[in-house]
């Protein structure tokens, strides 16, 4: 089956208000073999919202829209999965098998959340899981408890006397690792579903957001690359990762992309100028008055720049992944921007990546190209 090969398309996140409005990057959907892209707003409007300072929500009747563009895989284990509860996780899962895409990542036990979906294109079976390390107390799946598949991780604040003698305020070094008896399951879970497949897809939700994490880290937490290799070693290919909502580097380990962050897709949450209700205050943060302006265009720029990527699959090998620039435009919609929004799309994702050794050519097209040994 070596011969056969598959364009997979990996997306970021959508985050849907009303119908979507036209892009080219839609048709790019229709024009893939397979797609797969984060769902970060539940399709509901049952349930209540959980005491949480941001909970959200897309329109029911929006969920249609994926299927129009052709999405076939929605991974919706993330920090949003669980908004509304378990009513507003079903009706999720229900309205996404209804538009014809594949909901993975939640269920009404670990097993199910856990449970892979399959889609066969060109004589090749692919298989995609969704997990979660962003898990708001309460949402993560068990034996008896609907939820999301969650992979655990420590977290432990490191505190040097000097410093805070020297500089008081400065913020501890936060080290996480990822739990073993979680990394030990997530694994058993890869492992049983690679057995049954070609090729195996996992969506992450992971990492910290520009602006939560301190600068002096660096754009990955600790936890993330020890994980992303342990998932491959036993038996993913591709990992395709979320949350952040602003393009990470690529990795390219043991031939295998790991993708840390693409960024917002179509996300109608991060329009121009769209303020979303503050609903309990955390700590210490400063939010803005009346709100929080997701967009953050003029103070996170990021969050209006992002990537998707075109992955050459066949059985147990990836040959190349295309990196596509775009910009979000005025209703946070994916576009081609001009010449120079590709290339500083391009130069921040290969900056991120070179630390891994990672580089791409720049084609004519304006986009980037891994080819892989």
């Known amino acids: 089956m070596s011969e056969h090969n598959v364009n997979l398309l990996a997306l970021g996140d959508f985050m849907l208000e009303h119908t979507l409005g036209e892009s080219p990057f839609y048709g790019l959907i229709e024009q893939s073999d397979v797609s797969v892209a984060n769902v970060e707003a539940p399709f509901t409007d049952q349930g209540h919202p ?3 300072t941001v909970a959200m929500k897309s329109p029911p009747e929006t969920a249609k829209e994926l299927g129009r563009i052709g999405l076939n895989v929605a991974a ?18 229900k309205l996404l098998a209804e538009a014809g895409v594949h909901c993975v990542g939640t269920g009404e036990n670990i097993d199910e959340a856990m449970q892979p979906a399959f889609v066969e294109s060109n004589g090749l079976k692919l298989g995609f899981l969704s997990f979660s ?36 305020g400065t913020a501890p070094y936060v080290s996480t690792r990822v ?44 936890y993330q690359q020890p ?16 949350h952040p909502h602003v393009t990470h580097g690529i990795e390219i380990y043991k031939g295998k992309p790991i993708l840390y962050c693409l960024g917002n ?10 303020v979303v209700e503050i609903a309990r205050p955390i700590g210490g943060f400063k939010f803005d008055p009346g709100g929080f302006d997701l967009s953050r265009y003029e103070k996170v720029p990021e969050h209006g720049k992002a990537f998707a990527a075109r992955i050459g699959l066949q059985k147990n090998k990836v040959n190349a992944v295309e990196i596509m620039p775009y910009i979000l435009d005025h209703q946070g919609e994916p576009q081609y921007g001009s010449e120079s929004d590709q290339a500083s799309i391009l130069d921040r994702v290969e900056n991120f990546s070179l630390q891994f050794g990672t580089t791409f050519e ?11 040994q």
């Not at 897709?265 to 769209?274: E, I, M, P, T, V």
Request: aromatic residues 6%.
């Open 76 to 93: 919706v284990a993330n920090n949003h999965a669980m908004d509304f509860g378990i009513d507003g996780m079903r009706q999720n899962k």
């Open 50 to 52: 959980a005491d949480k």
């Open 227 to 242: 994980l992303g290799h342990a998932l491959i070693d036993a038996g993913a290919d591709v990992l395709t990762g979320s």
């Open 179 to 222: 739990i073993d008896e979680e990394l030990e399951r997530a694994v058993g879970v890869v492992k049983a579903a690679k057995a049954q497949c070609d090729s195996l897809i996992i969506a992450l939700h992971w990492g910290v957001p520009e602006g939560w994490a301190t600068p002096a880290q660096g754009w990955l937490a600790d």
């Open 362 to 372: 720049r084609t004519d097209q304006g986009t980037g190209l891994i080819r892989i």
């Open 265 to 274: 897709f179509a996300s109608q949450y991060f329009a121009k100028g769209r």
């Open 133 to 168: 390390s962003t898990l708001p107390i309460g949402t993560s799946a068990a034996a008896n408890r609907p939820g999301m598949a969650p992979i655990r991780v420590e977290t432990s604040y490191l505190l040097d006397s000097s410093i805070c003698e020297e500089q008081p």
